[in-house]
């Protein structure tokens, strides 16, 4: 530990995370800040003399005042804690509050979850404010997700993260998690002049091929004038990071039942029956599935090596003027944009299921050890593809405050913001596009599913070289365009009254105005020539380049197998395309979809936009009165909240029909038009916290709140879809329902804690959450038939109708489907049309049946689910020789959990995200050097499900840090993410399901940080 005997930049951020942010903050917030300041000062006066105390030990003090001065169960952690830890952005950070577990993408921490509550259900604010969220979902659809992007903000600029776990009237509603409030730093709270700079170079083990050191650079500049009335800060930052993200990835025909189950007639379900062995298959299973074996069947395979560039900006602004005495005025900026390229080339095979051979663990829930097939005389395709996203989101907010203490003990806060959130792409391709090339010469394809990375192979078919680029085709593509913006306008009044009444001590009041719009919209062009396009000579050679598959997933198990494909090629993807357009047209004349001219960005013809409008006001009162060793308190609250929805979306009219290719129709459009619903409800949120101190230092709490969360934006939206694509059998559909109800949440928390030294406590809570109004979906069978608007246009089926009944009938009830296409080609080409490139269309007629679409739409469903749980913390220091320990754990248990021995074809309900998780923290602070070893784990977790579940496997990891600071404000610091290269693996029912395996792998930092 290291003493200071004058202010720095230290004591500023540090003090900031604990000070009363009424400039910016709602009163409540505000209220529970000074009361940590004053705990916080107590400790920090010696006779007279302000001492800092600098380093971890000084901002695990001010995290645990937060923690034991607060009211409910709350948990923070301080500027300096999140400056000096190696963390990426702030979600890294925040998995180290106990309860408390993190999304990665790309290796980063993006989303948090809450008690085992997901990003959706937990609201972010900033300085008590409710911020837009923005960004891209999937790249497949149209944006949805309320979800708060971690990664978009950069660490250095925020005073303090507070985790609110239990309901308070005072605090904005939307999470039945937590609520998340972001802190940053305000001039006026601690004057002077002062600042600091920092610069670290970031080494990322991940990277494929060359590794690149990126910098970081940050930054923060205070200072006072006017005798301490007028205040400006401005913080800035910029981060540039190169990482890979290499992964296997395999989807599956999940939850049939074994033979005799009635599953034998699925879609590649395993041979039963050897009297009717039609594929010649039967003899080449082994240990085959019984009746009560649940297992399931691989449909793809792939190896997906991506490289990611990232460059994050962050800024703010902040003026402060106290106009007189107890009137202070503060405006202030907030910017951040983020900007994301991840190029990814890739290898696969798709399984038809025919001649197929495989073994299976045994049951009753079973996974595959492998799977192969065989094409014999006419071999399949290797496929190999080069794929592009790159988006841009964009953050800002400008918001002004004003803060009046009036006379009578009464605090008046005004509060209004404008903030919008924006994610879009950054080129003329769209916000994702892949481009299929294929090389046509498999005999036989094989995946290996007994290793952590499951290993795929194939054998060639006489004449063939499947990695040989002359031999590759251009087959199919798809450019996808999403853009989504969130714009929120929020005005809140509020007001503290400190009554000193005796046993009323304090009343808090107010009314909140929000007025949230949501602009969501989505468009792509395909083309759907995946059996080849042109010939393997319209691709020169020297577009493409060699990648080896065991160096990109070295040090996984399987990477090193003999059998593995040893290497494939990528291909310069921007060439590649301006090659098949110039040749193709595949953008300006694309099958399915439009493009804006000389690009080849989709136009989006789905357009959804919703308003919400909510009024909030609320009430809460604070009582004390003497109880144990010391004062006790109660706080009574309650929140009104109306809100209502206006949803309105643009969604594309189909017109008709074409049967494309073996099992695959799709869908023609038409201009889109909009639909139009709305909605509304009110809840009424109620909140009861008791805190007592039996004996000196021990704090025992009970609190009782409702919360809600919202629905997704694809949940509430007013419009209609159709899939372009459908099969034998029809194709799906989905709309929303803007009548949803918010997810609701009663909410019970017990805790005790004992503070038994400066930086030292123990604390152990139980919390118990009684959810209903869950999101379900029901499903019904719709068809269009041209009497609805706006569907004025029948959709028919063209291999139900007679010309699909002809072809049966002369080749067979069990025709192949392309024997099917053939035959209607050749004998009815007035009903068929060209698609170019030697690819056909067989249009549907009005004497086919009309086209059977499943319809899914939201509800809220009569469900409900308790989810309880134990939370186990301890911060012990060892007395004066600057060791310390932080060690905590969760249990996080559902009522509702999913049975993996049960068919695709069960209803099923179940809770996800839920699982135990745990920390620990080794840390050492004294004489001016500090270091940390932090292990982060969480356990196998149910991740979703729709007709079928996925799993995340467990998972820890080992970070660390170290740094000296020397005389004059002068530190070194080196740091270490992922120090072992933990993996990650995710799993169907069985556990050697797997649907995705990644490598992971240690990213390190080191650079300098001058204060003054």
């Excluded at 909030?616 to 009574?636: H, K």
Aim: one cysteine or more.
């Amino acid at each position: 530990m290291k003493w200071k005997s004058k202010p720095s930049l230290i004591k500023f951020m540090a003090g900031a995370s604990v000070v009363a942010m009424g400039a910016t903050a709602t009163a409540a917030m505000a209220q529970d800040a000074t009361a940590n300041e004053e705990a916080a000062e107590e400790v920090l006066q010696d006779d007279g003399n302000v001492i800092v105390v600098s380093g971890i030990r000084a901002s695990l003090r001010e995290s645990m005042n937060i923690k034991r001065e607060g009211q409910g169960v709350v948990d923070a952690i301080s500027s300096e804690d999140i400056g000096k830890f190696p963390d990426t952005n702030l979600a890294e950070s925040l998995q180290r509050i106990t309860g408390v577990s993190i999304e990665r993408t790309n290796g980063e921490g993006t989303n948090v979850t809450v008690r085992g509550f997901g990003a959706d259900y937990n609201l972010v604010t900033l300085n008590g404010r409710q911020m837009p969220t923005s960004t891209l979902g999937d790249g497949a659809s149209a944006p949805s997700s309320r979800s708060f992007d971690f990664g978009n903000l950069a660490s250095e600029a925020v005073a303090a993260v507070e985790v609110y776990k239990t309901g308070r009237a005072t605090i904005p509603s939307g999470g039945i998690g937590s609520t998340i409030n972001i802190r940053t730093p305000r001039p006026l709270d601690d004057p002077g002049f002062k600042g600091s700079i920092g610069v670290k170079g970031v080494y990322d083990d991940s990277q494929n091929g060359d590794v690149d050191i990126t910098p970081e650079v940050s930054g923060i500049l205070s200072s006072t004038f006017m005798d301490d009335r007028i205040g400006i800060a401005l913080t800035g930052s910029y981060q540039k990071r190169n990482s890979s993200f290499n992964q296997f990835f395999s989807e599956f025909r999940d939850g049939y039942l074994g033979c005799g189950s009635g599953f034998e007639n699925e879609w590649g379900a395993i041979p039963c029956d050897p009297n009717n062995d039609w594929r010649g298959n039967y003899n080449l299973q082994e240990n085959r599935p019984g009746a009560d074996d649940v297992y399931a069947v691989p449909q793809n395979g792939s190896y997906n090596v991506t490289d990611v560039s990232r460059e994050r900006i962050n800024g703010q602004a902040v003026l402060q003027y106290e106009v007189v005495d107890g009137l202070t005025a503060t405006v202030d900026y907030t910017f951040s944009q983020n900007t994301v390229e991840a190029r990814q080339s890739s290898v696969g095979i798709w399984f038809n299921h025919v001649t197929t051979a495989s073994s299976y663990t045994d049951g009753p829930v079973t996974s595959p050890n492998f799977y192969s097939e065989n094409f014999g005389g006419a071999p399949s395709d290797l496929s190999y593809s080069g794929s592009l996203t790159a988006n841009r989101s964009i953050n800002k907010s400008l918001g002004f405050n004003l803060e009046w203490e009036a006379p009578g003990g009464l605090t008046w806060v005004f509060d209004y913001h404008n903030s919008s959130a924006e994610s879009k792409p950054t080129n003329q391709y769209g916000s994702s596009m892949s481009v299929g090339t294929a090389v046509y010469g498999l005999q036989e394809q094989k995946i290996d599913y007994t290793t952590y990375l499951p290993v795929i192979s194939y054998v060639n078919a006489p004449g063939f070289d499947s990695n040989d680029p002359a031999q590759r085709f251009a087959t199919g593509n798809s450019f996808r365009n999403a853009y989504f913006r969130d714009d929120i306008e929020q005005a809140q009044l509020s007001g503290h009254w400190e009554a000193d009444l005796g046993f009323l001590e304090s009343l808090d009041f107010g009314v909140a105005y929000t007025e949230n719009k949501v602009k969501s919209a989505y468009g792509f062009i395909q083309n759907d020539t995946w059996g080849g396009v042109g010939t393997a000579a319209d691709i020169p050679d020297d577009i493409f380049y060699p990648i080896s598959v065991p160096e990109a997933f070295r040090g996984m198990e399987g990477a090193d197998s003999p059998d593995i494909i040893q290497s494939f090629y990528g291909f310069d993807l921007e060439r590649m395309v301006t090659l098949l357009e110039d040749q193709f047209g595949i953008c300006s004349n694309p099958a399915t979809g439009s493009s804006i001219s000389g690009t080849c960005l989709a136009v989006q013809d789905t357009d959804r936009r919703i308003t919400e409008k909510t009024l909030a006001p609320y009430a809460e009162a604070t009582f004390g009165f003497d109880l144990g060793a010391g004062e006790a308190s109660l706080i009574t609250g309650l929140r009104y909240e109306t809100t209502t929805v206006d949803s309105s979306a643009l969604v594309p009219i189909p017109t008709g029909t074409q049967w494309v290719a073996a099992n695959e129709f799709n869908l023609t459009y038409a201009p889109g038009a909009f639909a139009r619903q709305k909605g509304d409800y009110d809840f009424w949120l109620p909140n009861i916290d008791l805190k007592v101190e039996p004996v000196n230092d021990v704090i025992v709490r009970a609190s009782y709140s409702h919360t809600i969360a919202r629905p997704t934006y694809a949940q509430l939206q007013g419009g209609r879809t159709f899939d372009a694509l459908f099969r034998v059998g029809g194709g799906t559909a989905n709309q929303g329902n803007p009548g949803l109800l918010p997810y609701k949440s009663e909410n019970f928390d017990v805790s005790a804690e004992w503070y038994y030294g400066p930086e030292s406590y123990l604390s152990v809570g139980y919390f118990r959450k009684n959810v209903k109004n869950f999101i379900g979906s029901v499903t019904s069978t719709v068809v269009v038939d041209g009497n609805e608007t706006p569907f004025t246009n029948p959709l028919y089926d063209p291999y139900n109708g007679p010309r699909a009944d002809a072809a049966r009938a002369a080749l067979g009830q069990d025709a192949p489907l392309d024997d099917i296409r053939a035959y209607i080609i050749a004998n009815y080409p007035d009903t068929v049309v060209d698609l170019g490139n030697g690819q056909f269309g067989i249009v549907g007629l009005p004497e086919d049946a009309l086209v059977p679409f499943q319809l899914t739409t939201p509800i809220n469903n009569d469900q409900t689910g308790t989810i309880q749980g134990w939370e186990f913390a301890l911060q012990h220091n060892f007395w004066d020789t600057g060791f310390g320990v932080i060690l905590n754990y969760t249990i996080v248990n559902g009522d509702a959990t999913y049975d993996n021995t049960l068919p695709y074809t069960a209803t099923q309900f179940a809770l996800v995200g839920l699982s135990d998780s745990a920390n620990a923290v080794l840390f050492y602070d004294k004489g001016g050097l500090q270091a940390r070893a932090a292990w982060n784990w969480r356990d196998e977790y149910l991740a979703g499900y729709g007709n079928n579940p996925f799993y995340r496997d467990e998972y820890w990891q080992i970070d660390a840090s170290i740094s000296y600071e020397f005389d004059m404000g002068l530190t070194v610091f080196a740091e270490g993410i992922n120090l072992t290269g933990e993996n990650l693996k995710g799993h169907r029912r069985g556990d050697n399901t797997t649907f995705f395996s990644y490598r992971g792998a240690p990213r390190y930092a080191a650079g300098v940080r001058f204060s003054f």
